[in-house]
């Protein structure tokens, strides 16, 4: 309770530190959002980039080296996923490894009924449950900081999947405050999911990333990334996942999109 306190007041103290002069721009000059969002949410947004990169630790892989850029450039796409909520900056996360393009993993994936295929694929990021780190690709980061309408953003996809785990399991369900909100969200993402899978299985084309039909875990991540890059053709095309999304957020996208 003491060690709650005293982290609640850190971080307070972090959140009203003057922001540092270099790193506003480079925010200004990489992150495309940060332009329409209003006034008092960039304010805000400053404060938990503040917590965040005193929080985090970062670091580089495969011979790439961490700068400002790197660390705010993550901080700021991550920290838009806290604004306006009661939020704990990514409890599980203790370490961000980047990459400065895809790397390679070995993977085996199904491809026909008794089909395996095994072979070496280029990844843009991952994270997991009991990993306590979260892997970026640089290059990908870069692109989602610019394009901020394209549908796939890296780092909002990997940072959802790290606000599914706040309630202690992969399961594409958030933290979600009352029993009540449990339920709709459950019944919202069961059928949409659902929905997704078939158009994905009958080749009909979908706002939402077919990759969010492999799993329900990949289904809340894909459609957070779309709720942010491309808040009106989300809204107009599943207005029941919008607003399940809006309410968990508590923002609307739709104000400050540049889609
Ligand atoms: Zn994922």
């Not at 940072?159 to 599914?164: E, G, N, S, T, V």
Request: with cysteine.
């Amino acid at each position: 309770m003491i060690f709650e306190l005293l982290k609640q007041q850190r971080r307070r103290r972090l959140r009203a530190r003057p922001f540092p002069k270099d790193w506003l721009t480079l925010i200004q000059r990489h992150i495309v959002f940060f332009h329409r969002l209003s006034a008092s949410d960039r304010a805000e947004l400053l404060g938990h980039i503040q917590v965040f990169l005193a929080e985090k630790r970062f670091e580089g892989c495969g011979g790439f080296a961490i700068t400002d850029e790197v660390r705010v450039t993550i901080a700021a796409q991550a920290c838009l996923l806290l604004l306006h909520r009661r939020k704990d900056y990514f409890p599980d996360l203790l370490t961000i490894l980047v990459y400065p393009s895809p790397y390679m993993v070995e993977e085996k994936r199904q491809v026909g009924e008794h089909v395996w295929e095994q072979g070496t694929v280029g990844r843009l990021g991952e994270t997991g449950r009991r990993m306590g780190s979260l892997v970026l690709s640089w290059g990908a980061v870069k692109h989602a900081a610019v394009d901020p309408a394209d549908g796939k953003n890296v780092v909002l996809h990997e940072f959802a999947h790290q606000l599914d785990f706040e309630n202690h399991a992969a399961d594409g369900v958030p933290r979600l405050a009352t029993r009540e909100q449990q339920l709709a969200w459950s019944e919202v993402m069961r059928s949409e999911f659902a929905s997704l899978r078939a158009a994905d299985e009958s080749g009909i084309p979908t706002l939402l990333d077919t990759y969010g039909a492999t799993e329900p875990v990949e289904f809340f991540a894909v459609s957070v990334e779309a709720f942010f890059e491309r808040p009106h053709a989300l809204r107009g095309r599943h207005p029941k996942l919008y607003a399940e999304l809006q309410k968990y957020f508590n923002q609307d996208p739709v104000e400050y999109s540049a889609e």
